[in-house]
């Protein structure tokens, strides 16, 4: 079983939209196993849509995945998240990757759209039967607290006949959550250690309901820069991570030598965690392509040798 690299980004260090798709090329023809993009609707930082980043990479990439890192159920309408991912799937080929979460507490998407963090979970939940439900090709009628349907069907279906369905979030009810209905988990903030109690977790309550997911199906995400610590952009990234999730960002980041980011991986490989979402710190386009080029060229070869 062996260990995959993707890459994704958090903010969008790039002004210009040639930027990006130089960016996005530059993945396509290096390993790069999948492309993954941050979920957020509002705040002061550039940010690209996820899902319309999605269908753009539909059409400009021929061979590599793509998903959401992890994509706030409770923020959006299921139909039309339903509808979205099954168009994207078909015009890809099959290459969409799902991930859902419940979105941070501390997301600024919750005042801005006036919903209650405190039934976050139920609501997305019960978002996520509704869109599990439609990309079976069911016809659904839905009472719950949060959503109701009558008839709702959606047409063309998925080209994948079981379209994907990781689950992020590392609290007991994500835990369950992803034994229940997921078919792979992604980790967002957690270190190796969070990690692995995390996947141990899931398997412990995957036993319970008669489930299985696949050991490669367990991943994580964290920024990645080659280079010294004590470089301005670096100290900036930490800062401004500490300032928006309250962790300590020095537990959370990979930065030195490309051995140093293979010793991290291999962290959380020892925790189970097979499928990994470096995300290059770059002030701007051509030191994030630069960063991306040291991963694609120095580190991945190296993953690939040691976990071969």
């Known amino acids: 079983m062996g260990v995959a690299i993707g ?7 790039f002004k210009h939209p040639g930027d990006y798709w130089r960016w996005i090329d530059l993945c396509e023809a290096g390993e790069i196993d999948s492309m993954w993009q ?12 996820t899902l319309t ?56 998407e919750w005042k801005a759209l006036a919903i209650d963090t405190s039934g976050r979970g139920k609501r997305t939940d019960e978002a996520l039967d509704i ?4 990309w ?10 949060f959503f109701n349907l009558r008839g709702a069907r959606i047409d063309p279906l998925p080209i994948q006949a079981e379209l994907p369905l990781w689950i992020g979030g590392g609290s007991n009810a994500a835990i369950q959550r992803t034994a229940r209905i997921g078919t792979g988990w992604m980790g967002g903030s957690e270190t190796a250690p969070e990690a692995a ?29 080659i ?13 401004a991570y500490t300032e928006r999730t309250g962790r300590d960002a020095n537990a959370v980041f990979a930065v030195g030598e490309p051995d140093s980011i293979v010793e991290h991986v291999a962290g959380f490989v020892d925790g189970g965690v097979y499928k990994f979402v470096l995300r290059p710190v770059g002030a701007d386009a051509d030191e994030t392509l630069a960063q991306t080029r040291r991963i694609i060229e120095d580190v991945i070869p190296a993953v690939a040798s040691r976990f071969a």
């Open 7 to 13: 890459l994704g980004l958090s903010e969008c260090p």
């Open 38 to 49: 941050t979920d957020r609707l509002v705040g002061p930082h550039p940010m690209l849509e």
């Open 53 to 108: 980043v999605m269908a753009a990479l539909a059409g400009r990439t021929k061979k590599m995945k793509f998903g959401m890192n992890v994509l706030s159920a409770a923020f959006r309408d299921p139909v039309l998240v339903a509808k979205q991912c099954a168009t994207i799937d078909f015009l890809s080929g099959g290459r969409l990757l799902p991930a859902f979460g419940i979105g941070s507490p501390k997301a600024p």
């Open 131 to 134: 869109i599990q439900r439609l």
């Open 136 to 145: 079976q090709g069911e016809t659904v009628d839905y009472d719950g607290v």
């Open 197 to 225: 109690r995390i996947v141990a977790g899931i398997k412990t309550e995957l036993g319970l309901t008669g489930r299985a997911i696949d050991d490669d199906h367990y991943g994580t995400s964290f920024p990645v820069y």
């Open 227 to 239: 280079g010294t610590p004590d470089a301005p952009i670096v100290a900036r990234a930490m800062q």
